[in-house]
């Protein structure tokens, strides 16, 4: 595997203390995000270029639905949503979700974890809102050339091909690691996706890098190397 490669996705830039140091808040997760993806990406929902945290639309044909400003700008989307995370919690009753950021330490851990974090456009982020994702039957067109489908009656949410596998190891992991229940049809529908579209290469760089902020990678994408952070650190330190 070369080190190198890591670096084409991400500009893996962080210093030694942060590595295998989780974030303690999903404010430091957001900052970290941006170092690992380095500001000049591609974002989730569409693939569509960023630079900074504003969006080529153009680069992948997307065209807002009703609200360009947000459409142009990116935003940290919990694939898993943090509704889901907390809802499921004592600490959610009592306050919602600054409560159980305040108060709930497995919480601010899950709500912070980068495995679970990616940037995406801010009209997609909104509209998604805390739905869940499965199949849908209608055709991508609310978005332009954006292969995405939002059915705000059904609460659901039908992401690209490309990125269902991950979406659906992301879920698997979030349940297993956070004790979070997800209901038969759910894990039916993230079961048959882990299945149907199996880890590329790029899952399991991005496994492998965020694993190093993390200290740990998700046991779904599988191949994590501790050994490999240091080199990692190394490589990127030595890149022009």
């Not at 009592?94 to 851990?109: E, K, L, S």
Request: glycine share 8%; aromatic share 12%; charged share 25%.
């Amino acid at each position: 595997m070369r080190l190198r490669s890591f670096l084409a996705l991400f500009v893996f830039g962080l210093s030694s203390p942060t590595l295998a140091a989780p974030p303690r808040t999903f404010a430091e997760a957001k900052k970290i995000g941006w170092q690992l993806y380095g500001r000049q990406s591609v974002e989730f929902y569409c693939g569509c270029r960023f630079q900074g945290n504003r969006v080529d639309l153009k680069s992948c044909g997307y065209v807002p639905r009703k609200n360009p400003q947000r459409a142009a700008r990116i935003e940290w989307e919990h694939i898993v949503p943090a509704w889901q995370i907390g809802h499921q919690r004592q600490c959610w009753q009592r306050g919602g979700r600054q409560h159980c950021a305040q108060h709930d330490d497995v919480y601010r851990r899950a709500e912070a974890d980068l495995h679970n974090l990616v940037p995406g456009i801010g009209e997609i982020n909104g509209d998604r809102s805390n739905f869940a994702y499965g199949w849908l039957p209608q055709p991508p067109s609310q978005y332009g050339a954006c292969p995405m489908v939002v059915d705000f009656k059904a609460r659901l949410a039908m992401p690209r091909k490309q990125v269902r596998g991950m979406i659906a190891r992301t879920y698997l992991y979030m349940s297993e690691r956070y004790k979070l229940r997800l209901s038969k049809q759910d894990r039916r529908i993230y079961e048959a996706w882990h299945k149907h579209y199996p880890v590329e290469r790029w899952e399991r760089q991005r496994n492998q890098v965020v694993g190093c902020v993390m200290g740990w990678g998700n046991p779904f994408v599988g191949g994590f190397d501790k050994q490999l952070c240091n080199r990692l650190q190394t490589v990127a330190g030595a890149a022009p």
